[in-house]
């Protein structure tokens, strides 16, 4: 290819800043630190001794805090809210329901849950009618492929993604806990589902809940014997918490790897045009496209080697699509044809470029609407073949970025297509929950 700026290679072209070093995480996040006692050489302090003294001191503090505050307002039983739970926690329980199922059991069952590494979740709510109906929404608002129980009243009623369990196996395990009370079905439900699911627990669970031992206080306040419980309690979460590290870690690198697959894509694209400026034709305004089009890909690299959260995605994917107009612009002008207006990419894969052309498109479940797409994916459709569509990683394989978790890839899609229009978009799909100004379908 020719040379795009003389002592410049052709894409490569600007160095690109180191990555930031991770922040530690900040110490006080974790609580008071132990004070250290001194051991004697070739003696082992005992642990109870060695925990007493400062664990007291902390829950006779915590104590203070939990008789000084007030109560909590009602939990909301809105769709919407139990989905935000079971995104941070497998089990909700609606609070009409916790004389029936204390948040011992609760937090009990959320172990096994977690335990197993399946994403089962459970919904216990009042009485009511319509569970076919909630499942599907509760699917819907979570964006998480997995088995779905709720426990309406006296009725269990569960489904779950084939992909994960299949239909007859949900079916058997509701049919051999029938009748029972809780929270023994949902036990039994759960040890049978969790033998057969497929995939793993959701990334998200633990990343807005706290770690639930907050009821424990109490009872550990009104005997120091259970001190020891309390500390055998804190290297349990202490676990948990380090596992959740590590699935937010490699949901991370999964992130990564599909910005950079963006960014092979936009530099295949650019490398295309074969654009040199000393070219015949090319002017000042040719040069300007080019130009704007390269600034594009270095702003995107440096941002992607800083990434440490999703949200940082953001601009990654915001700088790949103003990228892409520049290269449509110069494009047009080569060919000597209208400059095209400002469009979003096309919405089966924003690496195709700036969209051509509105189609009406609805994905599986959800309405028609109109979605911005390239020609070669506008003639795809005409043919009644499937577009050519962007996967990225996913517990279950690579499927439609449109169905991937909420949590982890709505900043991507919002930066490509706008926080306006992202949501309209992908209104009705598992995507739409983790986006802004989202309301349901």
Same mark, same amino acid.
């Given at each position: 290819?020719?040379?795009?700026?003389?002592?410049?290679?052709?894409?490569?072209?600007?160095?690109?800043?180191?990555? +930031?070093?991770?922040?530690?995480?900040?110490?006080?996040?974790?609580?008071?630190?132990?004070?250290?006692?001194?051991?004697?050489?070739?003696?082992?302090?005992?642990?109870?001794?060695?925990?007493?003294?400062?664990?007291?001191?902390?829950?006779?503090?915590?104590?203070?805090?939990? !008789?000084?505050?007030?109560?909590?307002?009602?939990?909301?039983?809105?769709?919407?809210?139990?989905?935000?739970?079971?995104?941070?926690?497998?089990?909700?329980?609606? +609070?009409?329901?916790?004389?029936?199922?204390?948040?011992?059991?609760?937090?009990?069952?959320?172990?096994?849950?977690?335990?197993?590494?399946?994403?089962?979740?459970?919904?216990?709510?009042?009485?009511?009618?319509?569970?076919?109906?909630?499942?599907?929404?509760?699917?819907?608002? &979570?964006?998480?492929?997995?088995?779905?129980?709720?426990?309406?009243?006296?009725?269990?009623?569960?489904?779950?993604? !084939?992909?994960?369990?299949?239909?007859?196996?949900?079916?058997? !395990?509701?049919?051999?806990?029938?009748?029972?009370?809780?929270?023994?079905?949902?036990?039994?439900?759960?040890?049978?589902?969790?033998?057969?699911?497929?995939?793993?627990?959701? !990334?998200?669970?633990?990343?807005?809940?706290?770690?639930?031992?907050?009821?424990?206080?109490?009872?550990?306040?009104?005997?120091?014997?259970?001190?020891?419980?309390?500390?055998?309690?804190?290297?349990?979460?202490?676990?948990?918490?380090?596992?959740?590290?590590?699935?937010?870690?490699?949901?991370?690198?999964?992130?990564?790897?599909?910005?950079?697959?963006?960014?092979?894509?936009?530099?295949?694209?650019?490398?295309?045009?074969?654009?040199?400026?000393?070219?015949?034709?090319?002017?000042?305004?040719?040069?300007?496209?080019?130009?704007?089009?390269?600034?594009?890909?270095?702003?995107?690299?440096?941002?992607?080697?800083?990434?440490?959260?999703?949200?940082?995605?953001?601009?990654?994917?915001?700088?790949?699509?103003?990228?892409?107009?520049?290269?449509? &612009?110069?494009?047009?002008?080569?060919?000597?044809?209208?400059?095209?207006?400002?469009?979003?990419?096309?919405?089966?894969?924003?690496?195709?470029?700036?969209?051509?052309?509105?189609?009406?498109?609805? +994905?599986?479940?959800?309405?028609?609407?109109?979605?911005?797409?390239?020609?070669?994916?506008?003639?795809?459709?005409?043919?009644?073949?499937?577009?050519?569509?962007?996967?990225?990683?996913?517990?279950?394989?690579?499927?439609?970025?449109?169905?991937?978790?909420?949590?982890?890839?709505?900043?991507?899609?919002?930066?490509?297509?706008?926080?306006?229009?992202?949501?309209?978009?992908?209104?009705?799909?598992?995507?739409?929950?983790?986006?802004?100004?989202?309301?349901?379908?």
């Amino acid at each position: 290819m020719n040379q795009i700026r003389p002592g410049r290679p052709a894409v490569a072209l600007r160095p690109v800043a180191p990555a +930031p070093a991770r922040p530690p995480a900040a110490s006080a996040a974790r609580g008071p630190r132990i004070p250290v006692v001194p051991v004697p050489p070739g003696r082992r302090a005992p642990v109870g001794p060695r925990l007493l003294v400062p664990l007291l001191s902390l829950l006779l503090a915590l104590g203070a805090v939990l !008789a000084a505050a007030p109560a909590a307002p009602a939990a909301d039983a809105g769709v919407r809210s139990v989905a935000r739970a079971l995104r941070a926690d497998p089990v909700y329980v609606d +609070p009409a329901m916790r004389a029936q199922f204390s948040k011992a059991g609760e937090r009990a069952l959320e172990r096994r849950i977690e335990d197993g590494d399946r994403a089962v979740f459970i919904a216990v709510l009042p009485g009511g009618s319509g569970a076919g109906r909630l499942l599907d929404e509760l699917r819907r608002s &979570t964006g998480i492929a997995g088995v779905y129980a709720v426990r309406l009243g006296d009725t269990l009623d569960a489904r779950a993604d !084939a992909a994960v369990l299949p239909a007859e196996t949900v079916r058997r !395990a509701v049919s051999a806990v029938r009748g029972r009370a809780l929270p023994r079905q949902l036990d039994a439900f759960v040890r049978l589902t969790l033998r057969s699911a497929r995939g793993a627990a959701p !990334a998200s669970w633990g990343l807005t809940a706290g770690d639930g031992s907050g009821p424990l206080i109490p009872a550990l306040l009104v005997s120091g014997a259970l001190v020891l419980v309390l500390a055998g309690t804190w290297v349990v979460l202490r676990r948990r918490r380090n596992r959740r590290e590590r699935a937010r870690a490699d949901v991370l690198d999964r992130l990564r790897a599909a910005a950079e697959e963006d960014l092979a894509a936009f530099t295949a694209r650019l490398e295309g045009l074969d654009f040199h400026p000393a070219e015949p034709g090319a002017d000042d305004i040719r040069r300007a496209d080019h130009e704007r089009a390269l600034d594009a890909l270095d702003q995107a690299r440096s941002l992607l080697a800083a990434v440490l959260v999703p949200a940082d995605l953001r601009p990654v994917t915001r700088a790949l699509a103003e990228g892409g107009h520049s290269l449509a &612009t110069l494009r047009a002008r080569r060919a000597g044809v209208p400059v095209p207006a400002r469009r979003p990419p096309c919405f089966f894969d924003p690496g195709h470029g700036p969209s051509a052309h509105d189609v009406i498109w609805a +994905p599986p479940g959800a309405a028609p609407r109109p979605v911005p797409v390239c020609a070669a994916d506008a003639a795809l459709l005409r043919a009644g073949e499937a577009p050519a569509a962007r996967t990225v990683p996913a517990v279950l394989g690579r499927r439609p970025y449109w169905e991937a978790d909420p949590a982890w890839w709505g900043p991507w899609a919002v930066g490509w297509y706008g926080e306006d229009l992202a949501p309209a978009l992908l209104t009705g799909t598992p995507l739409a929950a983790g986006l802004p100004h989202h309301a349901p379908a």
